[in-house]
């Protein structure tokens, strides 16, 4: 016995992987149904063994349907999720356009779990932002001992973060520079993004921050705990796949590096590689593919009284994005639904 599963967007670079893992995880699917927008209708995409066409979005019936993974977007998911949510199929939507109400749960499994008890407000649970996701997983084991009381992070964020056509970019651009008449004008980012880096993801706000680094301001806030302050520098790099950070952290209490390794090591999700050698380290190359999300170069500050400085690497389709989302209907049916 296993559930009625759709993924909505499954064309996309998200919908894919969304795909992959549920396979890969032997989630419990007695039927699922791929759907996309009308270009892409009749798409085939794979699902295991499994080769799926595609269904028209556009009036698909939710009715009988145990849950929904949506990757379509904020424009869409405004649409269809409310159409799903009302015919009794539960919504986890990865845009971000849930995120920020609060009778929507936004959820991380191995931290807030227990948030996910109020999904039946709205029938609709939210995925966090792809830098967000890999961030708090390794800063809510650390919260529980210390406290955080402040973070600035610096985000190194992939061009699939953008989408394929942010992967196309870099590709084109960086064939362009040692192919005559090859050249590519930047369309998808702000500038050229082969061989550089741009300190610019979504857009500008009134106060100078990006939207994407407000999402994690908030993001942080709303899944682990309101009274930690959040400053973040959010950067797109010209790296195809994967999502680096260096993270500092000041605590309400002492606590030290080695003990924090320990803790890391123990909690859910993590994986430390943290040797202080060359190359002792985990970079976005390596943790393509990769379920854990990765922390090295744990050290301490001493700039201030309870500081830590970390390295955090993860596959952001898969943790900050397919992943959690499968990771949520799992534990949406081990703790809500019933199978069949």
Same mark, same amino acid.
């Given at each position: 016995?296993?559930?009625?599963?759709?993924?909505?967007?499954?064309?996309? !670079?998200?919908?894919?992987?969304?795909?992959?893992?549920? *396979?890969?995880?032997?989630?419990?699917?007695?039927?699922?149904?791929?759907?996309?927008? +009308?270009?892409?209708?009749?798409?085939?995409?794979?699902?295991?063994?499994?080769?799926?066409?595609?269904?028209?979005?556009?009036?698909?019936? &939710?009715?009988?349907? #145990?849950? *929904?993974?949506?990757?379509?977007?904020?424009?869409?998911?405004?649409?269809?999720?409310?159409?799903? *949510?009302?015919?009794?199929?539960?919504?986890?939507?990865?845009?971000?356009?849930?995120?920020?109400?609060?009778?929507?749960?936004?959820?991380?499994?191995?931290? !807030?779990?227990? *948030?996910?008890?109020?999904?039946?407000?709205?029938?609709?649970?939210?995925?966090?932002?792809?830098?967000?996701?890999?961030?708090?997983?390794?800063?809510?084991?650390? @919260? #529980?001992?210390?406290?955080?009381?402040?973070?600035?992070?610096?985000?190194? %964020?992939?061009?699939?973060?953008?989408?394929?056509?942010?992967?196309?970019?870099?590709?084109? %651009?960086?064939?362009?520079?040692?192919?005559?008449?090859?050249?590519?004008?930047?369309?998808?980012?702000?500038?050229?993004?082969?061989?550089?880096?741009?300190? %610019?993801? /979504?857009?500008?706000?009134? /106060?100078?921050?990006?939207?994407?680094?407000?999402?994690?301001?908030?993001?942080?806030?709303?899944?682990?705990?309101?009274?930690?302050?959040?400053?973040?520098?959010? =950067? +797109?790099?010209?790296?195809?796949?994967? @999502?680096?950070?260096?993270? !500092?952290?000041? &605590?309400?209490? &002492?606590?030290?590096?080695?003990?924090?390794?320990?803790?890391?090591?123990?909690?859910?999700?993590?994986?430390?590689? /943290?040797?202080?050698?060359?190359?002792?380290? =985990?970079?976005?190359?390596?943790?393509?593919?990769?379920?854990?999300?990765?922390?090295?170069?744990?050290?301490?500050?001493?700039?201030?009284?309870?500081?830590? !400085?970390?390295?955090?690497?993860?596959?952001?389709?898969?943790?900050?994005?397919?992943?959690?989302?499968?990771?949520?209907?799992?534990?949406?049916?081990?703790?809500?639904?019933?199978?069949?």
């Amino acid at each position: 016995m296993g559930y009625r599963v759709v993924v909505a967007g499954a064309t996309g !670079n998200v919908g894919r992987e969304m795909l992959n893992i549920l *396979a890969e995880r032997q989630f419990p699917v007695d039927e699922i149904a791929v759907l996309a927008s +009308r270009r892409s209708l009749g798409t085939e995409v794979s699902f295991g063994d499994k080769t799926l066409k595609t269904k028209d979005l556009e009036g698909f019936d &939710f009715t009988g349907w #145990d849950m *929904a993974l949506f990757a379509i977007g904020s424009e869409a998911t405004k649409k269809y999720a409310p159409l799903a *949510a009302k015919a009794g199929c539960v919504v986890i939507d990865n845009s971000s356009l849930y995120r920020y109400d609060p009778e929507i749960p936004l959820i991380v499994p191995e931290v !807030n779990a227990e *948030a996910i008890d109020g999904y039946a407000k709205k029938n609709i649970i939210a995925n966090p932002n792809c830098s967000t996701a890999q961030m708090v997983i390794a800063l809510k084991p650390l @919260h #529980d001992r210390a406290r955080v009381k402040r973070v600035v992070v610096s985000t190194y %964020q992939s061009v699939s973060g953008a989408g394929k056509d942010g992967m196309d970019e870099l590709w084109d %651009q960086t064939k362009g520079m040692y192919v005559p008449g090859q050249e590519k004008e930047p369309k998808k980012f702000q500038k050229q993004i082969a061989f550089n880096v741009i300190p %610019q993801i /979504d857009v500008f706000m009134e /106060d100078g921050q990006t939207k994407e680094e407000w999402k994690m301001v908030v993001e942080t806030k709303k899944i682990i705990d309101p009274s930690i302050k959040v400053t973040a520098t959010c =950067v +797109r790099v010209p790296v195809f796949v994967g @999502h680096s950070e260096a993270v !500092n952290i000041e &605590f309400e209490e &002492f606590l030290d590096e080695d003990e924090a390794r320990d803790i890391l090591r123990e909690a859910p999700g993590l994986m430390v590689v /943290d040797k202080r050698e060359p190359g002792g380290y =985990v970079t976005p190359v390596e943790c393509v593919g990769d379920f854990a999300t990765f922390v090295s170069r744990i050290r301490t500050d001493p700039t201030v009284e309870n500081g830590l !400085n970390m390295w955090i690497v993860s596959d952001n389709l898969r943790k900050g994005a397919a992943l959690n989302a499968v990771q949520i209907a799992e534990l949406l049916g081990s703790r809500c639904l019933k199978k069949g």
